[in-house]
């Protein structure tokens, strides 16, 4: 993994973000597993964490502007009356006390003593030239001995001063890595005066702030690698916080937008659903994120020093949306009640079962906030008016005659009976939603001769006797009328609302009123022996529309 991770570092930073991103989860997850053996490159560790920081600032502008103190802070002169007066004296090394990082004010918060970086002049000495001369030794290479030496010390100081450092890490994230060393170099210049003379060779002393530079940038990302018991390094702690913050600012905005469309009134079947559309939108993003919170491997569990991701509440929001569902519910409703309102003219049966439909809407109203009660109100009552204007027909008498012609479906029934020859019906609806049937007339007409014919509903033969009946069934094709009558008026009466709404579920502008026969107290069927009832009577049924058939028992 470590050379796959070095491999990557090489491939250009356009590239190395890219294929960074598509293994995130599985190159946290090595180091997190690795970190107790000690067996990473910290260089290559940190380097990587900065990169998956980096990916998050440019994602949220509020962790973009997050202020950090200049590199200033973290530096100080060995020698100066400050440094003399701390118990470390002049030896670079950590300070006790260390920024720490403040996500409710986004700021890096307390004093420091900075890295203290202890640089002498070095002096020319008459007597260690005849030495090395006496020993065989070149000046030039002792002094480069020297140098790298005390380059190497400065190297392991300043990773000793990194190590959970957090307020450090904030800096290398926030600063790019060649403006951070060129402050270093600044600051060199200012605070060692012999730095910065120009003399001979000026090469030369533009080399020493490049080499002490380097060193110190390279022991603080060696040591923002380093992990730190039972948490993680500095930088992937630091990682955590900011991914953390990235996922509550973006619950905070779904909640905002949540919050401001929870407060919008809805006018409309359409307003509503653009509402509700809106918040399951929100909704779904908000629990898409939630579980992107769960799975995040670069998130610090408890155990590990972390803090719980603060989730906004959203029980306003959740409800109001509860609230436009049972909204978008009745308002449907009502717009199919709407729909029957388009004939100028509609039964009493009728019309009594839509206003009912109407207060059973209203009925609803309790599982409505009060923003939405106004909406279902104002449609409710619209549609009652619409209704209530309605010119009401007598049940006992049928539609106008050229109604029969305005038939615009019918479905094909077949009964059989099992004792006689299947037979076919034919049923549909007048515009005035008048049950009509077509079906041969007579039981052993051989002509193919078809009578279309009003059935009327099964109130019409309340109270009236058997004979009465049969009088009134007489209207109807003659297989269909044996198949309604039974032994006795009351027989008849039931056997004959059964055969109506068998009839009426087929006809699809009908399927609303069926319910209403439900609702009519008849007497138990009373079976005749010689006549097969609508019960056991085998029914297929198709759609001449559709040419689909299907079979009941």
């Not at 009134?265 to 929100?282: C, G, H, I, K, P």
């Amino acid at each position: 993994m470590l050379q796959v991770l070095a491999a990557v570092i090489k491939a250009g930073a356009a590239r190395e973000h890219e294929i960074l991103a598509e293994i995130r989860d599985a190159v946290l997850s090595f180091i997190h597993k690795m970190e107790p053996r000690g067996v990473m490159d910290t260089m290559l560790v940190s380097r990587v964490q900065i990169l998956y920081i980096r990916s998050l600032l440019s994602r949220s502008p509020e962790l973009h502007s997050i202020k950090v103190p200049p590199v200033e802070r973290f530096l100080e002169r060995a020698n100066t009356a400050h440094s003399r007066n701390c118990s470390r004296g002049s030896s670079p090394g950590r300070s006790p006390g260390r920024y720490d990082y403040d996500a409710s004010s986004d700021r890096i918060d307390g004093h420091v003593r900075g890295f203290r970086v202890n640089i002498k002049q070095g002096k020319k000495s008459k007597f260690s030239s005849i030495v090395l001369k006496l020993r065989g030794i070149d000046e030039e290479t002792w002094k480069q001995h020297v140098t790298g030496g005390k380059l190497r010390e400065l190297t392991e100081e300043a990773r000793n001063f990194a190590i959970g450092n957090k307020s450090l890490a904030a800096l290398f994230v926030h600063t790019p890595a060649g403006e951070l060393q060129r402050q270093i170099r600044a600051w060199l210049a200012e605070k060692f005066d012999f730095l910065s003379v120009t003399g001979g060779d000026g090469s030369g002393v533009s080399g020493q702030l490049e080499l002490i530079s380097t060193a110190i940038i390279d022991g603080w990302m060696a040591g923002l690698g380093v992990p730190q018991h039972p948490s993680t390094d500095s930088l992937g702690q630091l990682l955590s916080e900011y991914t953390k913050l990235l996922y509550t600012s973006q619950l905070q905005h779904l909640k905002d937008v949540a919050g401001t469309l929870a407060t919008e009134e809805a006018e409309n079947l359409a307003s509503v659903t653009r509402l509700r559309s809106a918040l399951e939108s929100v909704e779904h993003k908000r629990r898409k994120i939630l579980q992107q919170v769960r799975t995040d491997i670069a998130l610090l569990t408890k155990e590990q020093g972390g803090s719980p991701l603060r989730n906004p509440l959203t029980s306003a929001e959740d409800g109001r949306l509860a609230s436009l569902i049972s909204l978008d519910y009745i308002l449907r409703q009502v717009e199919d009640i709407e729909k029957e309102t388009s004939h100028k003219s509609i039964n009493i049966t009728k019309k009594k079962a839509l206003l009912g439909a109407l207060d059973e809407l209203l009925g609803r109203m309790p599982s409505l906030l009060s923003i939405d009660h106004p909406c279902a109100q104002k449609n409710i009552e619209e549609a009652r008016k619409k209704v209530e204007n309605l010119h009401e027909l007598n049940e006992l008498t049928p539609g106008p005659k050229h109604s029969l012609d305005e038939v615009a479906q019918w479905s094909v029934l077949q009964f059989n009976t099992g004792s006689t020859t299947p037979f076919v019906i034919k049923c549909g609806a007048t515009l005035n939603l008048e049950l009509v049937v077509k079906g041969q007339a007579k039981l052993q007409d051989k002509s193919g001769n078809e009578i279309v014919a009003i059935v009327p509903k099964p109130a019409v033969l309340t109270n009236l006797s058997l004979e009465e009946i049969k009088q009134i069934l007489s209207q109807l094709p003659e297989d269909l009328c044996q198949l309604a009558l039974a032994r006795t008026a009351d027989g008849t009466r039931a056997r004959y609302s059964r055969l109506y709404k068998t009839l009426a579920i087929r006809v699809p502008s009908m399927k609303n009123s069926v319910g209403e026969l439900e609702k009519d107290a008849l007497p138990r069927d009373v079976v005749n022996p010689s006549t097969p009832s609508i019960k056991s009577a085998q029914l297929q049924i198709k759609t001449e529309s559709d040419n689909t058939s299907d079979v009941y028992q």
